[in-house]
């Protein structure tokens, strides 16, 4: 043994302990429950059976959890070709100076104020063809059919568009931010080039939002794959199964039907999905 | 190429103070020009107003004498190099270089030929294929120079503080890379900078500026030896020229009972608020107590604070209240405590509102002390 090591005392441990109690009570040990759940199905506190990965290859194979698979991942690659596109063009239209900079970062952060339930009742309410004003208006203003209670494609669409109105804005202030960290200079260089606006769109500021970018596609994929409590207040996933996404058929299976096993099942392989997607995410974005 | 005048040149942002106040400066054909200023000055705006990014609040701006103020910047044929390197980061040094030929509709084999030409002369070949995004800085500072150079419709080039984001080793050899292409290129150059000693090296001719005014124009000797201004005085050189209250008494200029020299007649002959004389610390020079020269002023001072620079010794002498510096080249008698000064009345400089007056002449040279 050399002699000059350095001395060692392991009681700097203790610091990380408040940091493990923390996380453990917090994410580890509800998650082992979980895990704990998924492998066994259980009956009563004294009657249990260790059921291997029965839960998991049911989960997987059950339609109706596959259908809402792809309803969702429909559902977030629509909401991601729709809010990214929309959120650009927002933040690249919005004042850059003055009161009505401030006028519009106010208005643009309204809908990210309100919360999901409340965003679910307004629209809930807005959108009905009886009495909501939106409703009333596209049936008998415009003239066109639409009952988001009984047409399924209707539905689809309010949610949608529910969603766009209360993420979109999100996107549109990530992408402001991102042009005001722009250096003047890049424009002036860029005037000089003799550069037309939508090669500075995609020459200077595309790249430069790549960061914001990565972040509000992440964000918005997440929550959109998540979504539970607009469509939940909306129609509590109908008409029929046409809203029927992955959250509310965990909520239906879990709550609904009290089936723990297979609802822990499906938790975790929902929450492998997200974390796996992330990360293939960020990091091919992060080769770029 | 063009000679670039402007006439009358004012500008002031909004309601506020004037950032530029009445500016007439010719820029000729080929010419390598630095703006000195300190900072807030009024450098910038300037740029800015030449390269058609700002609109002057008042004045002209002629290229060639044709009047190009309302022009927009891509009509100006204007290139600017900023104080930080400004790179299209997806693309590669070569695509970069292409990117304003490209949008002024130049054909692909004329620009690839131009394109190479550049990178040949500053040296960059080697980068052409790279991505922008990985240079180094002085590299990228070299690519944004060559999309000011690839374009043959060039009229001037403006650079803003080019060199501020570079190392201090690398500015020595980015300066050498900019003469290169001003002697093979023959543009008209306009440095920015805040750094007297880029201005100096790289100018033919050096434009200082306070406050939105042009203090004085002239080669970099002339700065050094005969400053229009005490601000010039002050701001060119290291350290700056002393100043000191001085007497004035029909017509002669005194400085502590010693006559200096003699007033033109244009001007008053009495003592006015602020008359100064200037003189350089580098040439001042001093003696052992006793030992006076014959064509310099005689004093016996007191020496305060001595520094060794290595190359020279910086030695604050007092006369009264006020501090002197000399710099005193190694080998030179550096003087410890009291000594005799000895002043070359030829490089003596009398101010009077701050502006140098033309015309003195020398008073023929008494041993006096002053105190």
């Known amino acids: ?288 | 190429m063009a000679e670039i005048r402007l006439a009358g040149i004012g500008h002031r942002y909004g309601d506020s103070d004037w950032a530029l106040r009445g500016i007439d400066l010719t820029w000729e054909d080929g010419g390598a020009y630095a703006l000195l200023g300190p900072s807030g000055c009024g450098k910038s705006t300037m740029l800015n107003v030449i390269s058609g990014l700002v609109d002057p609040t008042e004045g002209a701006i002629y290229a060639d004498g044709i009047d190009i103020t309302a022009r927009s910047t891509v009509e100006r044929n204007i290139a600017q190099v900023f104080q930080f390197p400004v790179l299209y980061d997806t693309m590669t040094v070569a695509q970069n270089m292409r990117f304003p030929l490209r949008n002024r509709g130049v054909d692909k084999a004329t620009a690839q030929r131009r394109v190479e030409e550049i990178a040949e002369l500053l040296d960059i070949s080697h980068l052409l294929d790279e991505r922008a995004k990985g240079l180094s800085a002085d590299s990228k500072q070299l690519v944004s120079l060559s999309r000011a150079l690839v374009r043959t419709d060039v009229a001037a080039i403006l650079f803003d503080e080019p060199l501020t984001v570079i190392d201090p080793q690398k500015k020595w050899s980015l300066r050498q890379a900019l003469k290169r292409v001003h002697n093979e290129l023959n543009h008209t150059l306009v440095y920015v900078t805040h750094d007297q000693t880029e201005a100096l090296t790289f100018a033919d001719a050096v434009v200082v500026m306070d406050q939105g005014e042009v203090m004085q124009e002239g080669s970099p000797d002339e700065l050094f030896e005969r400053p229009a201004h005490t601000f010039v005085g002050n701001f060119i050189g290291s350290p700056g020229m002393n100043f000191l209250s001085c007497s004035v008494a029909g017509g002669v200029v005194g400085l502590g009972g010693v006559d200096l020299m003699r007033l033109p007649g244009s001007i008053s002959p009495e003592l006015e608020p602020g008359d100064v004389v200037g003189i350089r610390p580098d040439f001042v020079r001093c003696a052992p107590p006793g030992s006076g020269r014959g064509s310099s002023i005689v004093a016996d001072v007191d020496v305060d604070e001595s520094k060794d620079l290595g190359t020279a010794h910086l030695v604050t002498l007092r006369i009264g209240d006020e501090a002197l510096v000399a710099r005193i080249p190694a080998g030179e008698h550096v003087p410890r405590e009291r000594c005799d000064l000895l002043l070359e009345l030829g490089n003596i400089h009398f101010f009077r509102g701050g502006h140098r007056v033309e015309g003195c002449t020398p008073v023929a040279p008494t041993a006096g002390a002053i105190r």
């Open chain 1, 1 to 288: 043994m050399s002699t000059d090591r350095k001395p060692a005392d392991n009681k700097a441990w203790f610091f990380v302990i408040p940091v493990i109690i923390s996380v453990a009570f917090t994410a580890i040990i509800p998650l082992i429950i979980v895990i704990n759940y998924s492998v066994q199905d259980i009956f009563g506190p004294d009657d249990r059976i260790f059921v291997g990965s029965e839960w998991f290859r049911d989960v997987i194979g059950d339609p109706i959890i596959r259908d809402s698979f792809w309803r969702s991942i429909r559902f977030s690659v629509q909401v991601l070709l729709v809010q990214i596109p929309l959120g650009i063009v927002l933040g690249l239209a919005m004042p850059k100076r003055g009161w009505r900079a401030s006028a519009a970062l106010v208005l643009m952060a309204l809908p990210l104020l309100i919360p999901f339930n409340v965003v679910g009742m307004i629209w809930q309410i807005f959108a009905r063809a009886d009495i909501g004003l939106g409703g009333y208006f596209v049936n008998d203003v415009l003239g066109i059919s639409y009952n988001y209670t009984l047409v399924p494609r209707d539905a689809w669409f309010t949610v949608l568009l529910m969603d766009t109105w209360h993420w979109a804005p999100l996107v549109a202030l990530l992408v402001y931010a991102g042009l005001r960290s722009i250096p003047d200079a890049y424009y002036r260089a860029a005037e000089i080039d003799g550069a037309k606006r939508f090669a500075i769109f995609r020459f200077i500021e595309l790249p430069k939002l790549a960061g914001v970018l990565t972040i509000a596609v992440l964000l918005r994929f997440m929550d959109s794959f998540m979504i539970y409590t607009e469509p939940f207040v909306l129609t509590g996933g109908g008409p029929g199964n046409t809203t029927n996404f992955l959250s509310i058929s965990l909520t239906k299976i879990a709550v609904g039907q009290f089936d723990l096993g297979r609802a822990a099942a499906y938790s975790l392989i929902f929450f492998l999905f997200i974390q796996l997607f992330c990360f293939i995410f960020y990091t091919a974005m992060k080769r770029l």
